[in-house]
């Protein structure tokens, strides 16, 4: 069994939670790679590879989807992309606090595209909803429970 890995979506996640993954990565002794089309940075110094991908849609999704592996995790707030790792069988949350999973994937789809009906009919507008500490609070949360099912199926320890 490989070692666990973390993978980030990270074009879009935010800074607080990219902070914390790559601080708790180097805790744990685990490799954490940044993929984005563009440069992403951390605050705290911890070290993470960035690998930057074309600027082309979904090419870092891809990119984490070719080299994932059993065993490790992903974080993105793409349910498409959350959906083809879930059918692979690989672990994958958001920096919400949601673990994705074979039981919940399909709602969420649903709930996804019923959203972007509205919105298109011009029903409800997108709006930019922020990260605050209750966010990060369940990210933290939803991390700390997939992390150590992880590492404990390695004979790992997750403190």
Known sequence: M????IWLDADSCPLQARNFLAKKANELNLKIYFVANKAITCTNN???????????????DNYIFEHVQENDLVIT???VFANRLVEKNIACINDR?????????????????FDLQIANCGLVK????????????????????I?????????????
């Open 46 to 60: 911890a070290a993470f590879e960035m690998i930057i991908c074309e600027q082309t849609k979904d090419s870092a």
């Open 147 to 159: 992390i150590e099912e992880l590492l404990s199926r390695q004979g790992m320890p997750s403190e």
């Open 126 to 145: 997108h709006f930019h909803e922020g990260y605050n500490k209750e966010k990060l609070f369940a990210f933290k949360k939803c991390f700390y429970t």
């Open 97 to 113: 606090g949601t673990s994705f999973t074979k039981n919940n994937i399909k709602s969420l789809l649903e709930d996804r595209d």
């Open 77 to 79: 707030k793409d349910i």
């Open 2 to 5: 490989n070692k666990t890995q």
